[in-house]
C-alpha cells in the first residue's frame, strides 16, 4: 500500500520547458527504481526515463539529450525535467515506483499528468 503523488504538468510551446515531480509515500519500502512512462492518444504506453537506488539511469531513444530525471531519495521524491519540448511529447505521464522484495516485485503508479506542446 503506498501513494505517489505527481504535480508539474501543463501546456507549453515548442521548445520550451517543464519539470515533473512525483513524491512517493515512505509507507512504500525496499524502492529498487523510480521512472516516468508516457502515454500519447491511441499509443501504447512507453518507457520515458528511469533511475535505480543507486542512480543508474535509463532514457528512451527519442528523449535523450534533453530530459533529465533525477530523484531525493531522502524525499522518496523523483523528477524529470524535460527541455527543447516538442509536439510529439504531448501525451499523459505517469510515473512508476517499483519496490524490490525476494521472489517478486511490486508497483506503484501515479495519477498521471497531461503535458500538451504546441507548435
Known amino acids: 500500500q503506498g501513494q505517489l503523488v505527481e504535480s508539474g504538468g501543463g501546456l507549453v510551446q515548442a521548445g520550451g520547458s517543464l519539470k515533473l515531480s512525483c513524491a512517493a509515500s515512505?509507507?512504500?519500502?525496499?524502492?529498487?527504481?523510480m521512472g516516468w512512462y508516457r502515454q500519447a492518444p491511441g499509443k501504447q504506453r512507453e518507457l520515458v526515463a528511469v533511475?535505480?537506488?543507486?542512480?543508474?539511469?535509463n532514457y528512451a531513444d527519442s528523449v535523450k539529450g534533453r530530459f533529465t530525471i533525477s530523484r531525493d531519495n531522502t524525499k522518496n521524491t523523483v523528477y524529470l525535467q524535460m527541455n527543447s519540448l516538442k509536439p510529439e511529447d504531448t501525451a499523459v505521464y505517469y510515473c512508476?515506483?517499483?519496490?524490490?522484495?525476494?521472489?517478486?516485485?511490486?508497483?506503484?503508479w501515479g495519477q498521471g499528468t497531461q503535458v500538451t506542446v504546441s507548435s
Open positions: 533511475i535505480s537506488r543507486s542512480g543508474t539511469t
Open positions: 515512505k509507507t512504500i519500502l525496499r524502492i529498487s527504481a
Open positions: 512508476n515506483i517499483r519496490s524490490s522484495w525476494p521472489g517478486h516485485e511490486y508497483e506503484y
